[in-house]
């Protein structure tokens, strides 16, 4: 989603005017229910966000991060 957003920025008034503010996202923190892949934990990382998940990928009751 951001490499859209960052693509429609050149064109877009409201598009360079969000990645405009996404350094004002550091400090907050963001909560999701599936697992992220360490791609997405980075990108929110140098974002300055901190990220937390849900660990309920279960096989045979192990939790396993792909």
């Not at 005017?17 to 892949?37: F, M």
């Amino acid at each position: 989603m951001l490499i859209a957003l960052s693509v429609s920025a050149s064109s877009d008034e409201n598009a360079r005017r969000a990645i405009d503010q996404l350094r004002s996202l550091a400090g907050c923190d963001v909560h999701t229910t599936t697992i992220l892949g360490t791609v997405d934990e980075d990108i929110f990382r140098n974002l300055g966000i901190s990220v937390t998940s849900e660990p309920r990928f279960l096989r045979k009751q192990l939790y396993h991060k792909r």
